[in-house]
């Protein structure tokens, strides 16, 4: 099994700066990548961005592109995304997720989630 705790999420103003972090633990050697994902109120869970565990490769959506970035710090098994020019429609609780077989984009090919962190971006 594979545990993830995300934290990091806030209330930003339009433009500002947030730091989400996700922290791995159990069975890490089994992960191939982490991705972020976010669901909004009313509306489906969609994908953010994703890194590979050894932290080489990275892969966004197109609405977050050049705003967001992901980073592994590998001593602690913690990925970030860094969320920058963030705009009211970001506001979602986002999730991290891990899985064991590639960089992907799909909710259903993720085995593993965290609990959410609220991100709230005022206008």
């Known amino acids: 099994q594979v545990q993830l705790v995300e934290s990091g999420g806030g209330l930003v103003q339009a433009g500002g700066s947030l730091r989400l972090s996700c922290a791995a633990s159990?069975?890490?050697?089994?992960?191939?990548?982490v991705g972020w994902f976010r669901q909004a109120p009313g509306k489906e869970r969609e994908f953010v961005g994703a890194?590979?565990?050894?932290?080489?490769?990275?892969y966004y959506a197109e609405s977050v592109k050049g705003r967001f970035t992901n980073s592994k710090d590998s001593p602690s098994n913690t990925v970030y995304l860094q969320m920058s020019s963030l705009k009211p429609e970001d506001t979602a609780v986002y999730y991290c997720?891990?899985?064991?077989?590639?960089?992907?984009?799909?909710?259903?090919?993720?085995?593993?989630w965290g609990q959410g962190t609220q991100v709230t971006v005022s206008s």
């Open positions: 159990g069975r890490t050697f089994s992960i191939y990548s």
């Open positions: 890194i590979n565990w050894s932290g080489s490769n990275t």
């Open positions: 997720a891990a899985n064991s077989d590639g960089l992907n984009s799909k909710r259903y090919e993720y085995e593993y």
